[in-house]
């Protein structure tokens, strides 16, 4: 779907469900210029009109004790064999600690359409690189082409217990063709 104002109505549409329910409703701003508008007008406009409680590049939340570290962006291994979420936690926490802040349990971030774990690599965080929530468009044909399709799914996290029943689209990827000549 190319159409700004159609991609704009159908995120109002599911996430408004959403906003309805929560406590506290936090946009994180950061996909690029061709997905929310130059200087994130598309995305803040959303946010806006969902009445967001918040409006972040990066937000950390503490509920009820379980620090959640969220941002859009982060590192970004594109071959399937490496990994990101690890060295992407590896500088937050870095960073946490030279703030002498403490380290936040949960490290989220979003931007590449391929889920990525740190699993238990280290003591007390996790790293989460998030699926995506669409298929692949044209751009991810371009920045990558050699896998068939994007990760989709979701993470939940549910009183400090994370998830990831919900992680990944389980089901056949597009098969490469092979065309006899």
């Given at each position: 779907m190319q159409e700004i104002e159609d991609q704009v109505q159908i995120a109002l549409d599911l996430l408004e469900p959403i906003r309805n329910k929560a406590h506290k409703f936090i946009?994180?701003?950061?996909?690029m210029p061709f997905h929310a508008g130059q200087d994130h007008a598309t995305e803040s406009e959303i946010y806006k009109k969902l009445d967001a409680d918040?409006?972040?590049?990066?937000?950390?939340?503490?509920?009820?004790?379980?620090?959640?570290?969220?941002?859009?962006h982060g590192k970004s291994g594109t071959r399937p064999w490496t990994t990101?979420?690890?060295?992407?936690?590896?500088?937050?926490?870095?960073?946490?600690?030279?703030?002498g802040q403490?380290?936040?349990?949960?490290?989220?971030?979003?931007h590449t359409h391929k889920f990525d774990d740190s699993g238990m690599k280290f003591q007390n965080t996790r790293v989460i690189q998030c699926p995506s929530w669409q298929l692949k468009t044209a751009y991810g044909w371009r920045v990558s082409s050699n896998t068939i399709r994007s990760d989709i799914?979701?993470?939940?996290?549910?009183?400090?217990?994370?998830?990831?029943?919900?992680?990944?689209?389980?089901?056949q990827p597009d098969e490469r063709k092979i065309i006899k000549v």
């Open positions: 946009g994180i701003l950061g996909t918040y409006i972040e590049q990066a937000v950390t939340l503490n509920i009820d004790g379980t620090l959640i570290d969220l941002a859009h990101s979420a690890v060295s992407e936690g590896a500088e937050v926490m870095l960073d946490y600690a030279q703030q403490p380290l936040p349990n949960y490290i989220l971030r979003g799914g979701g993470i939940i996290i549910n009183d400090g217990i994370l998830d990831l029943t919900k992680s990944r689209y389980i089901g």
